[in-house]
């Protein structure tokens, strides 16, 4: 991580709050929700961490401002430090958080939403907020369970809703990566906004993608979750 950035995550001032509850949204993925104590806006992240003397992460939020609760979705990175502990903690544990800050940001202007895998998160915190009616949602995940939220985004986006699974196959679900989804369209709206969100590793490809087919550098806005 570049040093300037983790310097302001490890400054950032932590609130001492309570976990109000944990749900496995599949075998190794979890929406963890806390108290919510300030306003935000739908893309943004919170720093947290469930000790002190860990250093905090960066989640995004998945749950709407107008709710009472703040909900993060994180999947357990078995190597990691900080997730297989925060797959442990239980309603009333503290953990400490941020105040949310970031500018990834949902507008009404029409988009492409395009995530891999916990990057799905804050399009659910933006359909959550009344946005995205019109907009595109392209989700790619390995396997079948990782399509966190899929009754809820069916219902919302319908045929606009595009899983794309790389190593399983399933009803309704594009067989293949979502990069792959994108190759086969060869040219984009240049008009159109495009949201990407997860791994360096796909957004860089997405992006070169994107650049290829059309769209100006002004037009994709991305998150990487490093
Ligand atoms: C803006 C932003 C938003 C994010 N939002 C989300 C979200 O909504 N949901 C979500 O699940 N995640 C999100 N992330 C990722 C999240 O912040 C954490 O990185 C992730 O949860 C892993 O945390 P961890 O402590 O378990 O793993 P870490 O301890 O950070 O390790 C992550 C991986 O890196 C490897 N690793 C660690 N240190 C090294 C090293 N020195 N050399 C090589 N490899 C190493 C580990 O083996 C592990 O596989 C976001 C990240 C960013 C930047």
Not at 142 to 157: M, Q
């Amino acid at each position: 991580m570049d040093k300037g950035l983790s310097s302001f995550i490890q400054n950032l001032s932590l609130n001492e709050q309570q976990v109000l509850r944990i749900e496995a949204v599949s075998s190794d993925a979890f929406v963890l929700h806390t108290e919510r104590h300030h306003s935000f806006l739908p893309g943004q992240v919170v720093a947290l961490t469930n000790d002190r003397k860990l250093p905090p992460r960066l989640y995004s939020l998945c749950t709407s401002p107008d709710e009472q609760s703040l909900g993060i979705l994180f999947n357990i990175k078995p190597d990691g430090l900080l997730t297989p502990r925060l797959a442990m903690v239980r309603p009333g544990d503290t953990i400490f958080v941020s105040a949310p800050f970031g500018a990834f940001l949902g507008d009404r202007r029409p988009a492409w939403w395009i995530a891999a895998g916990t990057g799905i998160a804050p399009f659910r915190s933006m359909i959550r907020s009344g946005l995205g009616e019109n907009n595109m949602l392209i989700h790619g995940s390995r396997l079948l369970e990782g399509f966190y939220f899929r009754d809820e985004f069916t219902a919302f986006f319908g045929d606009r809703y595009v899983p794309c699974c790389s190593q399983e196959h399933g009803d309704g679900v594009y067989s293949g990566r979502l990069t792959s989804w994108l190759r086969a369209k060869k040219s984009f709206d240049p008009l159109m906004q495009y949201y990407l969100c997860g791994s360096a590793e796909m957004v860089v490809e997405v992006r070169d993608i994107l650049l290829e087919g059309g769209v100006g550098l002004n037009n994709i806005m991305s998150e990487i979750y490093f």
